[in-house]
């Protein structure tokens, strides 16, 4: 299966926007900290909601809600077969936030300085082609009322700083955490929680050091093809989520420039590190989970399941029989 936008390009706007100074720019409240900052899901029975996979290995089950990024902050979901599953679980198992307070992002910025802006002084219109460039100054243009804003900071923030803000104006939101929703359900029914930590602000950084100018700007590009044509793309998307509707999501195609973007990152040795291990440490922890008579639901993002050689793959490559899928 193809997944709709790239694990990997989404993970790029991680690194890009986990370097502290997206907090500074969202004017973060000193000392919240990123659950603090989330946008609000909304659960309610109108809608038939977003399906779940399922899988056994012997007497054990596996459920699955694929997670999605951005949604409309206004969506709703059904939260009725989730938490049917819930209230049968073992455990839950869901991403652990990556908490970012007002203080961690200020010493960042300032012990991580040069990882987060154009070195030498220079300003993007220094470093990027011109024609790229070109473009990145006309979306900013749209969305903005400053000719300057984000000239300093190296291409991947940029790109996330700008596609956040055309996302926001767009009625979308990346800070809608179904991991938060999912564990209000467990807690209601004395369902244990345990969380999956797959990156930390440190594996980020370092990445950050390694990831080649070339490849940030073919992800700038990606992120611009979605400012000036993808936005009704997303949209169609997480409508059909909601529904329940994978074929649907999986008949929106991804741009070229998002395809080229993902190839970039894949052949990074630093950035496809991290997905690998990204994608080994949900593996290992669902897999850990799944012993016995156990049932356990897990709520994963959704690219990092379908994407080729993804995790219902590779659990499959395991032993693992799917059961059900949307």
Known sequence: MAATRSGAFATLVALATVACCARAQQAAVPGASAADNLDVVTVTGERSGPRLWQLRRGDAQLWIL????????????????????????????????LEIGFARALWIFLTHHELLVVPGGRRLRDVLPQPLYA?????????THDAEKWERFRPALAAA??????????????????????????????????????????????????????????????????????????????????????????????????????????????SADLLGRIRREWLEALD????????????????????????????????YTLVDSP
Not at 232 to 246: E, M, T, V
Not at 298 to 308: G, I, Q, R, S, Y
């Open 66 to 97: 694929g997670a999605l990024s951005p949604l409309p902050k206004d969506i709703t979901w059904r939260s009725s077969e989730v938490e049917r599953v819930v209230t049968g679980a073992t455990s839950v198992v869901i991403g652990k936030p």
């Open 135 to 143: 473009r990145f100054a006309a979306q900013r243009a749209l969305y």
């Open 161 to 270: 700083f700008l596609e956040e803000t055309a996302f926001r104006q767009a009625g979308l939101s990346t800070r809608l955490d179904m991991g938060a929703a999912v564990r209000q359900l467990a807690e209601k029914h004395d369902v244990r929680v345990d969380e999956v930590a797959t990156a930390g602000v440190r594996d980020l950084l370092e990445t950050l050091k390694t990831v080649p100018p070339a490849t940030e700007n073919k992800c700038l590009a990606a992120a611009l093809s979605t400012i000036e044509t993808g936005l009704p793309r997303l949209l169609q998307r997480a409508s059909a989520w909601s529904r329940g509707d994978i074929a649907g999501m999986q008949r929106l195609p991804d741009s070229d420039e998002d395809l080229e973007c993902r190839a970039a990152l894949t052949s990074d040795a630093g």
């Open 288 to 319: 850990s989970h799944v012993r016995g008579h156990s049932v356990t639901l897990a709520v994963v993002h959704f690219d990092l399941l379908v994407e080729k050689d993804g995790l219902l793959e590779q659990l499959q490559a395991q032993g």
